[in-house]
């Protein structure tokens, strides 16, 4: 029904940049907000940046101040520009989209993910 797509991962130095965007599509009817994870191998996928419907981000402690995330001017469009890279944020970028599907049914809701891109960053 939704369909998520991360794209502009790659190698980078590190103190580097990167931007990652993330679209959605498919049956949504609105889109409650829309995030990046990552993950490295044995590890928990990780909350890196969250932005709501208003706009408002959020950010893990980790990447503030060197991350930020924006709503793109397409619908349902996301981009995670990443400053001063470091060889920790090497991981498996993931985007998030928490969508409603349904017109006639304000709990319809659900996330759906993409199947991620890789970012690293070589010291």
């Known amino acids: 029904q939704v369909q998520v797509m991360e794209s502009g991962g790659g190698l980078v130095q590190a103190g580097g940049s990167l931007i990652l965007a993330c679209v959605a599509s498919?049956?949504?009817?609105?889109?409650?907000?829309m995030a990046w994870f990552r993950q490295t191998p044995g590890t928990e996928r990780e909350l890196v940046a969250q932005?709501?419907?208003?706009?408002?981000?959020i950010y893990a402690p980790a990447v503030k101040g060197r991350f930020a995330i924006s709503k793109g001017t397409a619908k349902n469009t996301v981009y995670l520009h990443m400053n001063n890279l470091k060889s920790d944020d090497t991981a498996v970028y993931y985007c998030?989209?928490?969508?409603?599907?349904?017109?006639?049914?304000?709990?319809?809701?659900?996330?759906?993910w993409g199947q991620g891109t890789q970012v690293t960053v070589s010291s």
């Open positions: 498919g049956n949504i009817y609105s889109m409650n907000n």
């Open positions: 932005v709501f419907g208003s706009g408002t981000p």
């Open positions: 998030k989209a928490r969508a409603r599907t349904s017109e006639y049914d304000e709990y319809d809701v659900s996330d759906y």
